[in-house]
């Protein structure tokens, strides 16, 4: 069973910037390089939304959502079993928790959550 962590949200101000990290573990026949992984986000009273997903292997052609399309970078460490999301000139309507999960479109297992605050 794939098990997954998040880390690194915190309290920002608008403009800021902050990188969430996903550590991934409980792979018993393959790899974390054999799962598209996303980021999807849930802000309070609101449904979830997919953030942004990779491919399997080295993550060509990752996709975003129109709302973080130009500001957030999401990329992988295969030798680390790591997922990253690096999120610039952050708003305060970013302000959610977020999850990573395995799969492209976020539909798949997800680990506990990181709050982002972004805040002046």
């Known amino acids: 069973e794939v098990r997954l962590k998040e880390s690194g949200g915190n309290s920002v101000q608008p403009g800021g910037s902050l990188r969430l990290s996903c550590t991934a573990s409980?792979?018993?026949?393959?790899?974390?390089?054999?799962?598209?992984m996303s980021w999807v986000r849930q802000a309070p009273g609101k449904g979830v939304e997919w953030v942004a997903g990779?491919?399997?292997?080295?993550?060509?052609?990752?996709a975003y959502a129109s709302a973080v399309k130009g500001r957030f970078v999401i990329s992988r460490d295969n030798s680390k079993n790591e997922l990253y999301l690096q999120m610039n000139n952050l708003k305060p309507e970013d302000s959610a928790t977020y999850y990573c999960?395995?799969?492209?479109?976020?539909?798949?297992?997800r680990g506990p959550g990181t709050r982002v605050t972004v805040s002046s």
């Open positions: 990779i491919a399997k292997g080295s993550g060509p052609n990752p």
């Open positions: 999960s395995t799969g492209f479109t976020g539909a798949g297992s």
């Open positions: 409980g792979f018993a026949y393959v790899g974390f390089d054999t799962y598209a």
